[in-house]
Every structure is written in structure tokens, then in C-alpha cells.
């Protein structure tokens, strides 16, 4: 779960992300392009030595898509996250 809890106007994000326990969240940010919204987000802790999302948001299906990269294992994989009501 990738918990959003605050986005600055200069780009930074305060966000959390749980697998199912907390991970922390080294950098996130947004910026606008092409008129959609891209969020970055970098994990650094045991077993998450910088692997990061790289998203984009879809706002007819209310939901971040991309791309996770898990740098332990040098893998990338489709991901979603969907929002919670």
C-alpha cells in the first residue's frame, strides 16, 4: 500500500508505503507533464536498496500505473495501486 499523505506545490510528497509492514520511503515527488501526473517514489531499507515506483496517473480508473523496480533482484514489474475509498 502506498499511503499519499501530503503533496507540496514544489513536488516533494510525504508518503508511506507498507508490504505489509512499513518500508521507508527515501524520496517521492510529482511533477505534471503532458498533461498527466507522474509520481516517483525510492524505497531504501533491508531488502530495498533503492528499488522505486515510477507511476502515472490514469484518472479514468482512478489509479497510479507503472512500472516497480526491485533493485535487490535488478527486476521491474507492471504494478497498479488503486484507491482506497
Same mark, same amino acid.
Given at each position: *500500500? &502506498?499511503?499519499? @499523505?501530503?503533496a $507540496?506545490?514544489?513536488? @516533494?510528497?510525504?508518503? $508511506?508505503? &507498507?508490504?505489509? =509492514?512499513?518500508? =521507508?520511503?527515501?524520496? $517521492?515527488?510529482w511533477?505534471? @507533464?503532458?498533461?498527466?501526473?507522474?509520481?516517483?517514489?525510492? &524505497?531504501?531499507?533491508?531488502? #530495498?536498496?533503492g528499488?522505486?515506483?515510477? &507511476? $502515472? #496517473? =490514469?484518472?479514468?480508473?482512478?489509479?497510479?500505473?507503472?512500472? #516497480? %523496480?526491485?533493485?535487490?533482484?535488478?527486476?521491474? %514489474?507492471?504494478?497498479?495501486?488503486?484507491? *482506497?475509498?
Amino acid at each position: *500500500m &502506498l499511503d499519499i @499523505k501530503y503533496a $507540496a506545490n514544489d513536488g @516533494k510528497i510525504d508518503a $508511506a508505503y &507498507l508490504n505489509p =509492514n512499513s518500508i =521507508n520511503v527515501s524520496r $517521492a515527488e510529482w511533477t505534471y @507533464k503532458d498533461d498527466v501526473l507522474h509520481v516517483f517514489v525510492e &524505497l531504501r531499507d533491508t531488502n #530495498y536498496p533503492g528499488s522505486t515506483y515510477t &507511476l $502515472a #496517473y =490514469n484518472s479514468d480508473a482512478d489509479q497510479l500505473e507503472g512500472i #516497480y %523496480f526491485q533493485a535487490a533482484m535488478q527486476q521491474t %514489474f507492471d504494478i497498479v495501486f488503486v484507491r *482506497m475509498q
